[in-house]
C-alpha cells in the first residue's frame, strides 16, 4: 500500500489550497478513505472521511462548510478541497486508507503527510 500526499503550500488566511492524495497496492474503490491532520504540540486529528462509494461523507466540527472531501475511484485519488483557511488549520495532513468500505472501522494505512501552513 502506498498513499502519496501533495498540494501542501503556503495559503494565506481566508485563501484555499487543494490536496491530493495517490494510492496504489490496493483496490481503491473498496475502501473508505480519510483525511487527518496534525499540528505542532497537538494529537493527531480526523478533518474528514467518506466511504469507498463516496456517497457519504463526514466531518470535523472545525472544518464543516470549509472544507470538502471528494474522490475519484477511476484515478485512485482523494482530494481536499480546502477553502476559507485560517491560520488555525496549519498542520501536517495525511491521507489514510480504511479497513473497510466504512470509515467507522478505522485506518490502517497513512501516507507521509503534506505541510499546510496558513499565515499572512
Known amino acids: 500500500v502506498q498513499l502519496v500526499e501533495s498540494g501542501g503550500g503556503l495559503a494565506q488566511p481566508g485563501g484555499s489550497l487543494r490536496l491530493s492524495c495517490a494510492a496504489s497496492?490496493?483496490?481503491?474503490?473498496?475502501?473508505?478513505m480519510s483525511w487527518y491532520r496534525q499540528a505542532p504540540g497537538k494529537e493527531r486529528e480526523l478533518v474528514a472521511a467518506?466511504?469507498?462509494?463516496?456517497?457519504?461523507?463526514n466531518y470535523a466540527d472545525s472544518v464543516k462548510g470549509r472544507f470538502t472531501i471528494s474522490r475519484d475511484n477511476a484515478k485512485n485519488t482523494v482530494y481536499l478541497q480546502m477553502n476559507s483557511l485560517k491560520p488555525e488549520d496549519t498542520a501536517v495532513y495525511y491521507c489514510?486508507?480504511?479497513?473497510?468500505?466504512?470509515?467507522?472501522?478505522?485506518?490502517?494505512?497513512w501516507g507521509q503527510g503534506t505541510q499546510v501552513t496558513v499565515s499572512s
Open positions: 489514510a486508507k480504511g479497513k473497510s468500505s466504512w470509515p467507522r472501522y478505522g485506518y490502517d494505512y
Open positions: 497496492g490496493f483496490t481503491f474503490s473498496g475502501y473508505a
Open positions: 467518506i466511504t469507498s462509494a463516496g456517497s457519504i461523507t
